[in-house]
């Protein structure tokens, strides 16, 4: 089976400050890999999803950007953090034939 | 509009009993899947059920149960016998089947469970 790791599990960051989140997978190969975010007291908001290395697809139009430079392994980034940058951040991977889709431990970002 | 409608923001239960948390959807696509999840005060997403569109019967995982009425477009989740550890969100999601969708989940917006000893 399939473990995601996602570092660091909390970060506290300066508006206008550079960020970046990593998700690593292991157990499998070439997977679908998934950017969520969840603000405060929301539901899951899909950010990006990849099917493979240097392929990323942006769902929603924001400062945030993705990048996949190994077959298991996924960022998200942003140049300049904005407040409503905050949320928890959600990596997730699709297995098994019903493509359930299962989630990292999340990171939990604050900008202040 | 939204395609994942939990109409309960919260929701109350006594120790061991049962209770529905509802959800409806809307597609139409004639393939799709609708899962459930559980999400603690811890954060992380624990995956609790699925059913596929094609699925004659209700899906049971343990204590979980989903009742799927197709015609309605409802998949509510049925939890038998409720235990302090089941106070978390719960978010229904679906998956649309059509070409290209990679398989991407749409959430509810979630309802809070309490359980109350």
């Known amino acids: 089976s399939q473990t995601i790791h996602q570092w660091p599990a909390t970060l506290v960051q300066p508006v206008g400050s550079p960020l970046s989140l990593e998700c690593t997978v292991e157990?499998?190969?070439?997977?679908?890999l998934y950017w969520y975010r969840q603000a405060a007291g929301r539901g899951l908001q899909l950010l990006f999803y990849?099917?493979?290395?240097?392929?990323i697809s942006s769902e929603v139009p924001q400062n945030l950007s993705a990048s996949r430079p190994q077959d298991r392994q996924f960022i998200l980034s942003s140049k300049k953090l904005l407040l409503s940058d905050s949320g928890f951040y959600l990596c997730?991977?699709?297995?098994?034939?019903?493509?359930?889709?299962?989630f990292g431990p999340g990171t939990r970002l604050t900008v202040l | 509009a939204q395609k994942i409608t939990q109409t309960q923001p919260g929701m109350f239960v006594q120790e061991k009993e049962a209770v529905t948390l509802d959800c409806t959807y809307d597609t139409s696509d004639q393939s799709y899947g609708l899962f459930w999840y559980k999400q603690p005060s811890s954060g992380e997403m624990i995956f609790l059920i699925y059913q596929g569109s094609y699925d004659e019967q209700n899906a049971t995982e343990g204590r979980y149960s989903l009742n799927f009425q197709k015609a309605r477009k409802s998949a509510n989740l049925v939890i038998s016998a409720s235990q302090l550890g089941d106070s978390a969100m719960y978010f229904c999601?679906?998956?649309?089947?059509?070409?290209?969708?990679?398989?991407?989940?749409?959430f509810g917006k979630g309802t809070k469970l309490s359980v109350k000893p």
């Open positions: 990849s099917v493979g290395i240097g392929q």
């Open positions: 999601a679906m998956r649309e089947d059509y070409g290209g969708s990679q398989g991407n989940l749409i």
């Open positions: 157990g499998t190969s070439n997977p679908n």
């Open positions: 997730a991977t699709r297995q098994g034939f019903t493509d359930t889709q299962y």
